[in-house]
């Protein structure tokens, strides 16, 4: 894959007039008919041709030619615009270097003037959206649409928990993409804690709150916990809330995951049944 900022600076404003329209007509079409793209645009048709060919070329458009004619964004096409949003809105003065890729992500650095050295999360599609779409009917549409609902999942979580619990606060949201703050750490499986005993404890709390402000995480681990001065939470794309059928099973397997890992790392030994009364007490 090319790098985004070589792909980004390539592109011309006739470009972004074409992935725009695809973007908005994306949530009506699985694959949005050229000739819609065509009669929104005003490009003639021959331009609009080879603009989608090489878009395609570059992998920011996925094409077909069966029934119809018609182009979705893929994941790039989808990253790149959102930062092209974030660029137009201000918020974004400087993307940075990738700081890591992971199953359901990309990561970079970043910087705002009016927010400082910040990190922008573009979300991919893990496993987990693909499981719900086998469970769930999400009508026909692109799977690029479902990382726009995911990383809008991601944006209300922090939004709701911050000045609850340390999250990363959450500066921005456009398509695929959320800006947050850079939290100067590591993730807690990469460190030798001095006081785990005290580090589980504020976890544990961390979750209880969670609760009481109607989020379970769903992915809780030694992945999604990272250790600066203090520790902070991150990674919620797949939070539930409480009116969820099974929340019960999603709380007991975040709680499951950290007992674990402290059990295994420092050899802490706690209840799962009790603590998983603890939170869920008043
Ligand atoms: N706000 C942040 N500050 C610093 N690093 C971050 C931040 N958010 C994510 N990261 C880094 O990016 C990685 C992936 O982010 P995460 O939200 O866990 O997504 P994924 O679903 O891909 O696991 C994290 O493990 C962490 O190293
Ligand atoms: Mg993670």
Known sequence: ????????????????????????????????????????????????N??????SDDGLLDNRSQPYFGSSLTFLGMSLYSLRKLVTRNKLDMLGKKMGEGKESVVYNC???KYGECVIKFHKLGAHFRKIRE??????LH??????????????????????INVPEAFAWEGNAVMMELIDGKELFRVRLE???DALDIILEDTKKMFRAGIIHGDLSQYNILVSDDL??????QHVDLDHENWPDIL???????LSYFKKAYGIEKDINSVTKYIISE
């Open 1 to 48: 894959m090319k790098d985004f900022h070589i792909l980004y600076k390539s592109l011309r404003k006739i470009d972004w007039r074409v992935i725009e329209i695809i973007f908005k007509k994306m949530w009506d079409y699985k694959y949005v008919p050229s000739d819609l793209i065509l009669k929104l645009s005003g490009i003639k048709e021959s331009e609009l």
């Open 50 to 55: 080879k603009i989608l060919r090489r878009l």
């Open 111 to 113: 910087y705002s003037e």
């Open 135 to 140: 469970k769930r009917d999400y009508g026909d």
């Open 143 to 164: 799977l690029s649409v479902l990382t726009v609902r995911s990383a809008k999942k991601e944006y209300s979580a922090l939004k709701r928990l911050f000045g609850i």
């Open 195 to 197: 006081n785990p005993e």
């Open 232 to 237: 902070y939470i991150i990674d919620f794309p």
């Open 252 to 258: 007991k397997k975040d709680i499951e995951n950290v």
